[in-house]
């Protein structure tokens, strides 16, 4: 977290939806930072005027007015939190002029290299994009079993698979969460999201017990697009049958985390945070398939 000599002006924050830049304000005030919000038409939460006293809306398209509004604010530090769907930055964005020409600039139409060449822009314009889990490190967990129950001999099994398996489709920016029955992988995240991933693997595996394995990219780049686990997938995997959870220590966010524990262990769900594989090494695994 910041310390006393971090400077508390010039701050910003870019918002997607969900619960995420809600917990950036309040984690930021606590800090003495008062946030400009850039909000995103599309995604973000009318709420965000209730604890924010300037906020700013923006279409997803809108990367001059974006840069502008923080220019007019005095920012040279922001925070991109919240969820911008995958399928509505490719399929319901509407670019600007400026927007449109990094567009035709990317050599890869995927998410990564998108929001990365936005990160340039902005660093052209001297606002610095920094680490989005800067303000909430209490919600990042260490290694270890963070729940009563520990994954039992059967779901370590599964657990080893699925790091291996998800690992590697991390790599190749796919998706970032597997599900695995009996060390066999039964769905793939792609752009539908973690919670639909797992409703998806209910209904394949019909009834067999699952476990979900949820890890970051090789090299994770923490300003954007930061694993994220909070309640509603808990409650979507108590609804499906799955036992127990993996993640990536030191790269995942737990949003509402003493509930999101107490509500797993009810459920009876174990949940464990394995160390990430560092970027020094290709992959997690040799044997079977690596995965992210």
Not at 3 to 32: C, H, K, M, Y
Not at 154 to 175: C, F, K, N, P
Not at 224 to 231: A, I, K, M, T, W
Not at 262 to 284: H, W
Request: charged residues 25%.
């Amino acid at each position: 977290m910041p310390d006393a000599n971090t400077n508390t002006t010039g701050w910003g924050l870019i918002a997607g939806n969900g619960r995420f830049p809600f917990l950036v304000l309040e984690g930021a005030r606590s800090q003495g930072i008062d946030m400009a919000v850039i909000a995103l038409k599309e995604e973000a939460s009318a709420e965000l005027e209730k604890i924010a006293e300037r906020v700013h809306w923006v279409s997803l398209g809108e990367l001059s007015k974006t840069i502008d509004l923080m220019h007019q604010e005095g920012v040279t530090r922001a925070v991109m939190a919240g969820q911008v769907k995958h399928n509505k930055i490719f399929s319901a964005i509407r670019p600007d002029w400026k927007l449109a020409k990094l567009l035709l600039s990317l050599p890869r139409k995927n998410t990564d290299s998108l929001i990365g060449a936005v990160a340039r822009v902005l660093e052209e314009e001297g606002i610095q994009l920094v680490d989005s889990t800067l303000f909430l490190k209490p919600l990042v967990p260490a290694p270890g079993v963070l729940t009563r129950r520990v994954p039992n001999e059967h779901e370590t099994e599964d657990i080893a698979y699925g790091l291996s398996v998800a690992r590697q489709v991390a790599s190749m920016d796919i998706g970032q969460t597997v599900v695995v029955s009996d060390r066999a992988c039964v769905a793939v995240e792609a752009m539908e999201g973690t919670d639909e991933t797992i409703a998806r693997a209910a209904r394949i595996a019909a009834g067999r017990p699952l476990v979900v394995v949820k890890v970051s990219k090789p090299g994770q780049d923490m300003r954007f697009d930061v694993p994220v686990v909070g309640l509603p997938t808990i409650e979507q995997m108590r609804g499906a049958g799955a036992t127990a959870l993996a993640v990536d220590a030191g790269r995942t966010l737990l949003f509402d985390r003493t509930k999101l524990t107490e509500l797993a262990d009810e459920a009876g769900i174990a949940i464990q945070a394995f160390p990430p594989v560092p970027i020094s090494e290709p992959n997690a695994s040799s044997k079977g398939m690596n995965k992210k």
